[in-house]
C-alpha cells in the first residue's frame, strides 16, 4: 500500500490571498495561512510534481531524428522552422513547475518537523525542468524563489550564463544526494539519492560534451564530475539484469515488467498498477504505430564477432529481414519485430503470433518491439500496467564510459565495469582498447573526426538506448547533426522484387504499394525524402524564443540563426 499511495495524486492546491484584516480564510480551499503546517502538507505538495516523471506514454514517439522515423516530417529538421509567435515551451504555463517548485521552497520553513526530504525532492524536481530548459533552449533566466507581479526587475532579466545555470543544476542535485535516502531505505515510489545521481551524472555529462565539442575545454570539469556521479551509483550493488538467462530474451524481458520494483538494474520506475487505474496504452499504440526504425539504426548494430556488418565475414545480407539480422547482436532482434519474434499471445504465452513479413503499417517496416508486451490482457486500450524504467543502471554504466574516454583516461579495467556487462547481457564479446581499430566505411562523418573509441561508445549508447528519448540530445549535445544528412536515416528495410510481390498480394495487387522508389532501388524509401534531402542547420541545436516574449523583455536575445525566421 505504501508503494500504490504516492500516486494517488492530490488536488491542485488553491493557495488564495486572504483579507488579513478580518483573518479569515476560505474553508473550501487551503491558504498559506492553512496549509504549511505538517509533513503531511508537504508532502501532499510535492506528490503532484511526480505526475512530470517521464512514463510508458512517452517511449514511442518518434521525433524524426536518425533513429526513430515518424509518419510525418520534423518540419524544423527540413529547414521549415519558424520562430512561434507565442508558446513555443516559453510560456507562462511551461514555466510553473520551476515556480512551484520555488513556492515550495520559500514557505517549507514553517513546518517544524524535520522534513529535509521533502526539501530534497522539491530540489531534485527543479534541477530536473530546468535541465530539460537548458537541453532546449541554452542559457535561461536562472530563479531560486517564486517571483511576484512586484519583482519587476527580476521579472525582466536577461538570460543566466550556461554556467549558472549548470552550476544551479548541479547544487540542486547535490542538496538532494545529501539528504535522501538510500533506495533501500526510501519510500518504494518516492525519489531517492541514487536517482539524484544517476540524473547529475546525465546533466554533467551533457554539459561536459556540449563544451568539448564546441572548442571550450572548461568541458573537462563536467566530465569528471560525470565519473564521480556515476561512480556514487555503481558503488551503490546495482547491476545488470540477467532475470531471463538467456541472451536471446534477456533485453526484451527487461522492458515488459509489471513490477520493477526489485529488478537490480532499476534506478527508479514509473509505477503503473491495474488495481489503481494506473495504467497506460504503450502496447497498443506501439502496434498501431506508423513511425518505424531506420536503415542506418538497423545498419549499427554489430555482428557476434564484434564487427560492423561492413568488416565482418558473418554478415549474410538483407535479402530479408531473418537474413538481416542473422549472426546480429541480439539486442537487434529483441528490439525490431521479425519472423522469430513473438509479437502477440494469449496471457499465458499460448497461442503465439508472428510476422512472417514485416508489417506494412511502419514506414520504414521496421517496427520496434522494445516495450511491447505481448500479452492481450496488455494489449487492450490503456490497459497496460507495465513499469517503466525512468533511470537505469546501463544509462550510468555508459555515461562513465564515454566521460572516462573523451577525457583519455578509460582502461580495460573500466570497459569491464561497464560496456562489456551490457554486453554480457546478451553474448557479445567483449569491448577492449585493443580491437575497436578495425574499419567501418559504413559509419557516416558526423562533422569533425572522432577515434575508434568514441565511435563505438556513441554506437554502443544507441543500441542500448533507443526508444528511451535520449538520441536528439545525444547528438546536439556532440554537435553531430551532419548525422542527420546520412539519406539511411530516412530509409526503411530492403523489398526484394520477391517481398515486393507478397506485400502487393496483402495489400490489393499490383501497383498498390508504392513506397519502393527508383532513387533508392529496393529499399521502403520514406515519402518525404521525394521533396528535398535533409541539411543540417546548426541552429537546430537549440530551439527559438517565441517573438512576444522578446517584445515583453528587450533583455532577452534570440538564440543563434534564429533572429530572421
Given at each position: 500500500?505504501?508503494?500504490?499511495?504516492?500516486?494517488?495524486?492530490?488536488?491542485?492546491?488553491?493557495?488564495?490571498?486572504?483579507?488579513?484584516?478580518?483573518?479569515?480564510?476560505?474553508?473550501?480551499?487551503?491558504?498559506?495561512?492553512?496549509?504549511?503546517?505538517?509533513t503531511a502538507d508537504l508532502e501532499t505538495y510535492v506528490n503532484s510534481f511526480y505526475e512530470s516523471i517521464p512514463g510508458a506514454r512517452d517511449n514511442s514517439i518518434a521525433d524524426g531524428w536518425d533513429n526513430q522515423v515518424p509518419n510525418n516530417r520534423n518540419t524544423?529538421?527540413?529547414?521549415?522552422?519558424?520562430?512561434?509567435?507565442?508558446?513555443?515551451?516559453?510560456?507562462?504555463?511551461?514555466?510553473?513547475?520551476?515556480?512551484?517548485?520555488?513556492?515550495?521552497?520559500?514557505?517549507?520553513?514553517?513546518?517544524?518537523?524535520?522534513?529535509?526530504?521533502?526539501?530534497?525532492?522539491?530540489?531534485?524536481?527543479?534541477?530536473?525542468?530546468?535541465?530539460?530548459?537548458?537541453?532546449?533552449?541554452?542559457?535561461?533566466?536562472?530563479?531560486?524563489?517564486?517571483?511576484?507581479?512586484?519583482?519587476?526587475?527580476?521579472?525582466?532579466?536577461?538570460?543566466?550564463?550556461?554556467?549558472?545555470?549548470?552550476?544551479?543544476?548541479?547544487?540542486?542535485?547535490?542538496?538532494?544526494?545529501?539528504?535522501?535516502?538510500?533506495?533501500?531505505?526510501?519510500?518504494?515510489?518516492?525519489?531517492?539519492?541514487?536517482?539524484?545521481?544517476?540524473?547529475?551524472?546525465?546533466?554533467?555529462?551533457?554539459?561536459?560534451?556540449?563544451?568539448?565539442?564546441?572548442?571550450?575545454?572548461?568541458?573537462?570539469?563536467?566530465?569528471?564530475?560525470?565519473?564521480?556521479?556515476?561512480?556514487?551509483?555503481?558503488?551503490?550493488?546495482?547491476?545488470?539484469?540477467?532475470?531471463?538467462?538467456?541472451?536471446?530474451?534477456?533485453?526484451?524481458?527487461?522492458?515488459?515488467?509489471?513490477?520493477?520494483?526489485?529488478?537490480?538494474?532499476?534506478?527508479?520506475?514509473?509505477?503503473?498498477?491495474?488495481?489503481?487505474?494506473?495504467?497506460?496504452?504503450?502496447?497498443?499504440?506501439?502496434?498501431?504505430?506508423?513511425?518505424?526504425?531506420?536503415?542506418?539504426?538497423?545498419?549499427?548494430?554489430?555482428?557476434?564477432?564484434?564487427?560492423?556488418?561492413?568488416?565482418?565475414?558473418?554478415?549474410?545480407?538483407?535479402?530479408?529481414?531473418?537474413?538481416?539480422?542473422?549472426?546480429?547482436?541480439?539486442?537487434?532482434?529483441?528490439?525490431?519485430?521479425?519472423?522469430?519474434?513473438?509479437?502477440?499471445?494469449?496471457?499465458?504465452?499460448?497461442?503465439?503470433?508472428?510476422?512472417?513479413?514485416?508489417?506494412?503499417?511502419?514506414?520504414?517496416?521496421?517496427?520496434?518491439?522494445?516495450?511491447?508486451?505481448?500479452?492481450?490482457?496488455?494489449?487492450?486500450?490503456?490497459?497496460?500496467?507495465?513499469?517503466?524504467?525512468?533511470?537505469?543502471?546501463?544509462?550510468?554504466?555508459?555515461?562513465?564510459?564515454?566521460?572516462?574516454?573523451?577525457?583519455?583516461?578509460?582502461?580495460?579495467?573500466?570497459?569491464?565495469?561497464?560496456?562489456?556487462?551490457?554486453?554480457?547481457?546478451?553474448?557479445?564479446?567483449?569491448?577492449?582498447?585493443?580491437?575497436?581499430?578495425?574499419?567501418?566505411p559504413g559509419y557516416y562523418d558526423c562533422g569533425y573526426p572522432i577515434s575508434n573509441l568514441i565511435r563505438e561508445i556513441r554506437r554502443e549508447r544507441r543500441v542500448e538506448l533507443v526508444g528511451e528519448g535520449f538520441r536528439s540530445n545525444d547528438i546536439k549535445r556532440?554537435?553531430?547533426?551532419?548525422?542527420?544528412?546520412?539519406?539511411?536515416?530516412?530509409?526503411?528495410?530492403?523489398?526484394?522484387?520477391?517481398?515486393?510481390?507478397?506485400?502487393?498480394?496483402?495489400?490489393?495487387?499490383?501497383?498498390?504499394?508504392?513506397?519502393?522508389?527508383?532513387?533508392?532501388?529496393?529499399?521502403?524509401?520514406?515519402?518525404?525524402?521525394?521533396?528535398?534531402?535533409?541539411?543540417?542547420?546548426?541552429?537546430?541545436?537549440?530551439?527559438?524564443?517565441?517573438?512576444?516574449?522578446?517584445?515583453?523583455?528587450?533583455?532577452?536575445?534570440?538564440?543563434?540563426?534564429?533572429?530572421?525566421?
Amino acid at each position: 500500500m505504501i508503494r500504490k499511495t504516492i500516486y494517488i495524486i492530490a488536488s491542485t492546491i488553491a493557495l488564495s490571498a486572504c483579507n488579513d484584516s478580518l483573518d479569515l480564510y476560505p474553508k473550501d480551499q487551503l491558504s498559506d495561512n492553512t496549509f504549511w503546517k505538517t509533513t503531511a502538507d508537504l508532502e501532499t505538495y510535492v506528490n503532484s510534481f511526480y505526475e512530470s516523471i517521464p512514463g510508458a506514454r512517452d517511449n514511442s514517439i518518434a521525433d524524426g531524428w536518425d533513429n526513430q522515423v515518424p509518419n510525418n516530417r520534423n518540419t524544423a529538421l527540413w529547414g521549415e522552422g519558424i520562430v512561434p509567435a507565442s508558446g513555443g515551451d516559453w510560456s507562462s504555463d511551461d514555466w510553473s513547475n520551476i515556480r512551484a517548485c520555488n513556492y515550495f521552497l520559500t514557505r517549507h520553513q514553517s513546518v517544524e518537523e524535520e522534513h529535509s526530504q521533502y526539501v530534497g525532492e522539491v530540489r531534485f524536481f527543479r534541477a530536473m525542468f530546468y535541465f530539460d530548459k537548458l537541453c532546449q533552449f541554452g542559457e535561461v533566466p536562472f530563479y531560486n524563489k517564486d517571483l511576484q507581479t512586484s519583482d519587476v526587475e527580476e521579472l525582466y532579466k536577461p538570460r543566466d550564463s550556461r554556467t549558472l545555470v549548470v552550476d544551479s543544476i548541479l547544487a540542486d542535485l547535490d542538496y538532494a544526494i545529501q539528504v535522501l535516502p538510500l533506495k533501500k531505505d526510501a519510500v518504494d515510489g518516492r525519489i531517492h539519492k541514487d536517482v539524484a545521481s544517476a540524473l547529475a551524472s546525465r546533466v554533467s555529462l551533457f554539459e561536459g560534451t556540449w563544451r568539448k565539442y564546441r572548442g571550450d575545454q572548461t568541458g573537462d570539469a563536467y566530465l569528471q564530475k560525470c565519473i564521480t556521479y556515476c561512480e556514487q551509483v555503481m558503488n551503490n550493488g546495482y547491476s545488470i539484469w540477467m532475470g531471463a538467462n538467456d541472451p536471446n530474451q534477456n533485453y526484451y524481458q527487461l522492458f515488459i515488467q509489471e513490477d520493477m520494483s526489485n529488478n537490480p538494474e532499476i534506478i527508479y520506475a514509473k509505477v503503473y498498477d491495474r488495481e489503481l487505474n494506473l495504467k497506460h496504452g504503450t502496447t497498443r499504440q506501439m502496434a498501431e504505430s506508423t513511425s518505424g526504425l531506420s536503415y542506418d539504426l538497423a545498419s549499427s548494430y554489430l555482428c557476434m564477432d564484434g564487427k560492423s556488418i561492413l568488416a565482418s565475414d558473418l554478415y549474410e545480407g538483407h535479402d530479408s529481414l531473418r537474413q538481416e539480422m542473422k549472426n546480429r547482436d541480439p539486442r537487434m532482434l529483441q528490439t525490431i519485430d521479425n519472423p522469430d519474434h513473438v509479437f502477440t499471445s494469449d496471457d499465458n504465452g499460448g497461442n503465439p503470433v508472428y510476422h512472417t513479413l514485416p508489417l506494412l503499417r511502419p514506414i520504414t517496416g521496421y517496427l520496434m518491439v522494445k516495450f511491447h508486451s505481448p500479452f492481450m490482457h496488455d494489449y487492450d486500450a490503456l490497459d497496460s500496467s507495465i513499469d517503466y524504467p525512468t533511470y537505469r543502471y546501463a544509462e550510468i554504466l555508459l555515461n562513465f564510459a564515454e566521460a572516462k574516454a573523451i577525457l583519455g583516461i578509460l582502461t580495460n579495467d573500466d570497459l569491464d565495469r561497464s560496456i562489456n556487462l551490457l554486453r554480457k547481457r546478451v553474448g557479445m564479446p567483449n569491448m577492449t582498447l585493443e580491437n575497436v581499430n578495425f574499419d567501418d566505411p559504413g559509419y557516416y562523418d558526423c562533422g569533425y573526426p572522432i577515434s575508434n573509441l568514441i565511435r563505438e561508445i556513441r554506437r554502443e549508447r544507441r543500441v542500448e538506448l533507443v526508444g528511451e528519448g535520449f538520441r536528439s540530445n545525444d547528438i546536439k549535445r556532440w554537435k553531430a547533426g551532419k548525422l542527420l544528412e546520412n539519406p539511411n536515416a530516412f530509409l526503411g528495410l530492403r523489398v526484394t522484387p520477391e517481398m515486393r510481390k507478397r506485400f502487393e498480394e496483402q495489400s490489393g495487387g499490383p501497383g498498390t504499394y508504392t513506397r519502393v522508389t527508383t532513387d533508392a532501388p529496393d529499399y521502403l524509401l520514406v515519402s518525404y525524402m521525394d521533396v528535398s534531402p535533409l541539411k543540417w542547420e546548426d541552429r537546430l541545436y537549440l530551439s527559438p524564443l517565441p517573438k512576444d516574449q522578446l517584445e515583453l523583455n528587450k533583455s532577452l536575445v534570440q538564440n543563434p540563426g534564429w533572429e530572421d525566421r
